[in-house]
C-alpha cells in the first residue's frame, strides 16, 4: 500500500473462510471474515483467531503475507506479521508493529508481545466490536494519514522505502523499547492524557 496514492478499499466478498495456524499447545482456528480490495494492487482476508480480541489478516499481492492483530483499551493495536516491509513507513503512536520475515513462529511473537504491551502500556486485550471491515478499514486509514501528517513526507517516501525496509526485522516490542526505537513509557503517558483530556 502505497501513502501517495488515498486510500480506498472495497469490500469484495463477504464470505465464510477459515484459517487455521497451530501453536505449541493447540491449534488456533480463525473466525469467519471477510475479503477486501486495497488500491487495485493488494487483497486482504480477514477474520478472527483464538479469541475475540485477535484478528488474523492474510494479504495477497505485491507478495502473500499474514499478520496478526490484537486490539488493546485506549485504541492501541499489536500487529505481528511475516512481511520484512512492515516498517518501511513510519507508525501511528498507538499502533505497534514486528515482522519476523523468516520464521515460522509469529504465533508465538505475538503472544510475547501481547505480555509486553500489557506490561509496557497498563492495557488489556478488548474484543472487536465493529464489524470486520470497519477496523480493517480505519487500521490501514489511520497509517496513511500518520504518514500524510508528517512534514515533506512526500519527499521522503524514498528513504522510507529503500533504508528503512527490513531494518527492524526480528526486533520485539521488547528490544525495540530497549533500544530506543519505540519508547512504550512515553507511549503509556500519552494514553493518560488522552484518557483524562488536555
Not at 482476508?45 to 479469541?51: I, V
Amino acid at each position: 500500500m502505497s501513502p501517495v496514492e488515498d486510500v480506498e478499499i472495497d469490500k469484495i466478498i463477504k464470505k465464510d473462510f477459515i484459517v487455521q495456524t497451530t501453536s505449541d499447545e493447540e491449534p488456533v482456528e480463525a473466525m469467519p471474515g471477510g475479503a477486501y480490495k486495497v488500491n487495485d494492487l493488494a487483497f486482504v482476508f480477514t477474520g478472527r483467531f483464538g479469541s475475540e480480541c485477535r484478528a488474523i489478516c492474510s494479504w495477497i499481492g505485491p507478495g502473500p503475507s499474514t499478520s496478526l492483530i490484537t486490539r488493546f483499551s485506549g485504541d492501541v493495536l499489536l500487529i505481528t506479521s511475516d512481511r520484512n516491509s512492515l516498517h518501511e513507513f513510519p507508525s501511528p503512536p498507538k499502533q505497534f508493529f514486528q515482522s519476523y520475515h523468516k520464521s515460522d513462529s509469529i504465533f508465538e511473537h505475538h503472544l510475547e508481545a501481547e505480555e509486553c504491551i500489557q506490561k509496557y502500556l497498563g492495557v488489556s486485550p478488548i474484543a472487536f466490536e465493529e464489524p470486520d471491515d470497519k477496523w480493517v478499514v480505519e487500521m490501514i486509514r489511520e497509517r496513511a494519514r500518520h504518514v500524510r501528517s508528517i512534514p515533506f513526507w512526500y519527499a521522503q517516501i524514498a528513504y522510507w522505502a529503500f533504508f528503512r525496509r527490513g531494518r527492524l526485522d526480528g526486533l520485539s516490542i521488547e528490544e525495540q523499547h530497549q533500544r530506543g526505537i519505540i519508547d512504550l513509557v512515553k507511549a503509556k503517558r500519552e494514553l493518560r492524557i488522552g484518557a483524562d483530556g488536555p
